[in-house]
């Protein structure tokens, strides 16, 4: 059973850069063809794909957030991490990880088949 926890600081200051770490259980981010995706929902808004890091290592990233988003990972720690930079309180989310084997539609609910817990980040000063 593979598991996934998103792990990080649940209020950043505008202008910040917000910081993510999905910590991965049950399974290697480096074995199988699978997508490890980070995404978020803001209040009363819908889910919203953000970036994606392949088992080979490629990142991908939402052409809407590309200039202020880096995930990258760490294979000795089963980890991938999420950073999104300059923040303001429109960043404001529960951000989640998710693991997906599909190279398309990634910001449907419904590609993934396993999913963190969600964290709620609080952009405010």
């Known amino acids: 059973q593979v598991q996934l926890q998103e792990s990080g600081p649940g209020l950043v200051k505008p202008s910040q850069t917000l910081s993510l770490t999905c910590t991965v259980s049950?399974?290697?981010?480096?074995?199988?063809?699978?997508?490890w995706s980070w995404l978020r929902q803001p209040p009363g808004k819908g889910l919203e794909w953000m970036g994606a890091?392949?088992?080979?290592?490629?990142?991908y990233y939402s052409p809407s957030l590309k200039s202020r988003t880096s995930i990258s990972r760490d294979t000795s720690q089963n980890q991938f991490t999420l950073q999104l930079s300059s923040v303001t309180p429109e960043d404001t989310a529960v951000y989640y990880c998710?693991?997906?084997?599909?190279?398309?539609?990634?910001?449907?609910?419904?590609?993934?088949?396993?999913w963190g817990q969600g964290t709620q980040v609080t952009v405010s000063s």
């Open positions: 998710a693991r997906t084997a599909r190279s398309i539609a990634w910001g449907l609910r419904s590609t993934y088949d396993y």
């Open positions: 890091i392949a088992y080979t290592g490629s990142t």
């Open positions: 049950g399974g290697s981010i480096t074995t199988g063809v699978y997508y």
